[in-house]
């Protein structure tokens, strides 16, 4: 697998699709590059939060945990259902939301949940926690009684302290232009990223893409051959304080934030994959 195959890999991985990723540093990694998967992920999970049910009588109590490796971090979510005031437990209790991580009160993160979806690691430090999350459950309770289905809302809020260091090596950024057509990839570490790949999607479920002139001019992005789900930018390398533009066209944003959003990634050979939104559906 060469460099462009491996940064293409974590792209599809961020955007979730179901493909089993693996992401290492090849050959041309670096020490530094080492010494980042030698590290130990921290993982920091939050004492639960009870919701109440649409129905009398049933909850659900969700946590949240933080999983970063220096580089990147995610947030995902776990939860129980119950019904009868808890005399009850559905087998099954599926939960996800938004979460913002704020510092002293200023957003630093956010993101969805889910440990695929991974946005840039802020550093070590003390934050606020806060998930807009919404659990649900299956019919069928842990005591073989047939029961019907909860559906559970609300917000939680927790301090948690995060102690990894930033990683030394690569540190990309992603920003996008105030119209939208612009996005940009800014190496902020002290190494170059080798073999980074920008990759952009509709929101929603997938379609093919046809045309990539459709979506932009710049010859270095192309739709993916394996899927035609995505316009792919091989970047190639980003020295440290570099940035790279790949500019859309204006039909591409308003066709596809006045439907189902479009959504982006972008990652290298040395550096995991992160994603974020360009517009969420219906933006524009």
Not at 73 to 93: E, L, Q, R
Not at 95 to 117: C, F, I, M, S, Y
Not at 202 to 218: A, L, Y
Not at 228 to 252: H, M, N, P, Q
């Amino acid at each position: 697998m060469n460099k462009m195959t491996r940064a293409r890999a974590a792209m599809a991985a961020v955007v979730g699709f179901a493909i089993t990723i693996v992401m290492a540093g090849g050959a041309g990694g670096s020490a530094a590059a080492a010494g980042r998967a030698a590290a130990e992920p921290e993982k920091t999970c939050t004492s639960t939060e009870t919701f109440d049910g649409q129905n009398v009588g049933k909850k659900a109590n969700v946590s949240l945990c933080v999983h970063t490796d220096g580089r990147g971090m995610s947030v995902t979510a776990a939860a129980d259902c119950f019904w009868a005031w808890g005399a009850g437990k559905y087998n099954y209790c599926y939960v996800d939301g938004d979460w913002q991580l704020l510092r002293n009160g200023e957003p630093v993160a956010n993101g969805k949940t889910g440990e695929w979806n991974r946005v840039l690691y802020p550093g070590p430090g003390t934050y606020t926690l806060v998930g807009d999350m919404h659990a649900r459950a299956s019919q069928r309770a842990s005591d073989g009684y047939g029961e019907n289905g909860i559906s559970a809302s609300g917000r939680m809020e927790r301090t948690i302290t995060l102690t990894s260091p930033i990683a030394d090596g690569p540190r990309l950024t992603g920003t996008v232009s105030d119209d939208g057509r612009g996005l940009t990839v800014t190496n902020n570490g002290n190494a170059t990223a080798t073999g980074v790949a920008m990759q952009i999607r509709p929101g929603g479920r997938p379609s093919e893409i046809d045309d990539v002139t459709e979506w932009t001019d710049d010859k270095r992005c192309k739709v993916e051959e394996s899927f035609r789900y995505f316009v792919i930018c091989d970047l190639g390398d980003v020295a440290a304080g570099a940035s790279e533009t790949v500019t859309l066209k204006d039909r591409a944003i308003w066709g596809h934030c006045r439907g189902e959003g479009l959504d982006w990634s972008y990652g290298a050979e040395n550096f995991p994959g992160l994603g974020k939104a360009i517009c969420r559906p219906g933006g524009y």
